[in-house]
């Protein structure tokens, strides 16, 4: 079955660029959404958006508004990995990243484990 | 953007007990809506798809409901194993949103 592992730094400073990537095991990358959801420590999740795989090319994206600006989500299919970038962060972006893949426009599943990113100087 | 309303957002049962969790969209979202259980420290895992579907694998007690703007968790026979938050989420356009959460505790 499909595993998603999430890896990068676990601190990061201010103002730099939060860089994670995900590892895709056990199935094919397409066609499917692979997704980044963000929580907060306590708090709800958040959708941060997700890149589309189709066959031997990536699709398009989608991003949260309230993140638009800072976010970046690429693939890289020959190594089965997609990643995230999100730049000029601040303390309220420490939370545990999530990456997940979307079926359709039906559900997420699987999710990885998640992995705590904390922004500290 | 969609608002999803989760209700309650704590509640605590007996095992045993029928527990009802309710979603509310802002606007009309078809049967775009998916459940999700959170164990402490876990990583959420999806219950139910497409407002009623259960996913493969996941016990029968977990049923979904509504379409529309209204949706209902709901749990037949509280066990323990059921501690957790509980997360809908709109999939039915962007950007998608999750539900507050309604966390479980066992009396």
């Known amino acids: 079955q499909v595993q998603l592992q999430e890896s990068g730094p676990g601190l990061v400073k201010p103002s730099e660029t939060l860089s994670l990537t995900c590892t895709v095991s056990?199935?094919?990358?397409?066609?499917?959404?692979w997704t980044w959801i963000r929580q907060p420590p306590g708090k709800g999740l958040e959708w941060i958006g997700y890149?589309?795989?189709?066959?031997?090319?990536?699709?398009?994206?989608n991003y949260s508004p309230s993140l638009k600006s800072r976010v970046s989500i690429s693939v890289d299919m020959s190594k089965k990995q997609f990643s995230l970038k999100l730049s000029s962060v601040t303390a309220a972006d420490t939370a545990v990243y999530y990456c997940?893949?979307?079926?359709?426009?039906?559900?997420?599943?699987?999710w990885g484990q998640g992995t705590l990113v904390t922004v500290s100087s | 953007a969609i608002q999803m309303t989760q209700s309650p957002s704590s509640l605590s049962a007996s095992v045993g007990d029928r527990v009802t969790i309710t979603c509310r969209a802002s606007?009309?979202?078809?049967?775009?809506l998916s459940w999700y259980q959170q164990r402490p420290g876990k990583a959420p895992k999806l219950l139910i798809y497409?407002?009623?579907s259960l996913q493969s694998g996941v016990p029968s007690r977990f049923s979904g409901s509504g379409s529309g703007t209204d949706f209902t968790l709901t749990i037949s026979s509280l066990q323990p194993e059921d501690l957790a938050t509980y997360y809908c989420?709109?999939?039915?356009?962007?950007?998608?949103?999750f539900g507050g959460g309604t966390k479980v505790a066992i009396k």
């Open positions: 056990g199935g094919s990358i397409s066609p499917y959404y």
């Open positions: 497409a407002a009623s």
């Open positions: 997940a893949r979307r079926v359709g426009a039906t559900r997420i599943d699987p």
């Open positions: 606007q009309g979202i078809r049967n775009d």
């Open positions: 890149i589309y795989v189709s066959g031997s090319t990536s699709g398009g994206t």
């Open positions: 989420l709109q999939d039915y356009n962007y950007p998608l949103a």
